[in-house]
Nanobody, 116 residues
Framework: VQLQESGPGLVRPSQTVSLTCTVS??????????WVWIRQPPGKGLEWMGA??????TSYNPSGSRTTISRDTAKNQFTLHLSSVTPEDTAVYYC??????????WGRGTQVTVSS
């Protein structure tokens, strides 16, 4: 399985940023596969933002009321939407595949910078 993140790079404060993870090598609807978004702000640790299961059920970090995750099974993609962004949302954003019996698979990450 391979994952590739994509996004706008630079976002203005208060906007909504959408980041897409394109998956190859497996369907995002494969039974028991979960798909995750994680970020790492500069100089800080990893933060789990949320996940979507193979059935399309979502879960979010309790502190992440601005976060939603959607998917497009036809395109084999899942997307993170983060609203009302601030400079504190500047981070490298990673998508991640949780496949039973395997170590997590990571994308390379995409930089999001929030700046006016």
């Amino acid at each position: 399985v391979q994952l590739q993140e994509s996004g706008p790079g630079l976002v203005r404060p208060s906007q909504t940023v959408s980041l897409t993870c394109t998956v190859s090598g497996a369907s995002i609807a494969t039974r028991d596969y979960d798909w995750v978004w994680i970020r790492q702000p500069p100089g800080k640790g990893l933060e789990w933002m949320g996940a979507i299961t193979y059935r399309g059920v979502t879960s979010y970090n309790p502190s992440g009321s601005r976060t939603t995750i959607s998917r497009d099974t036809a395109k084999n993609q899942f997307t993170l939407h983060l609203s009302s962004v601030t400079p504190e949302d500047t981070a490298v954003y990673y998508c991640n595949a949780l496949i039973p019996g395997q170590s997590p698979t990571w994308g390379r990450g995409t930089q999001v910078t929030v700046s006016s």
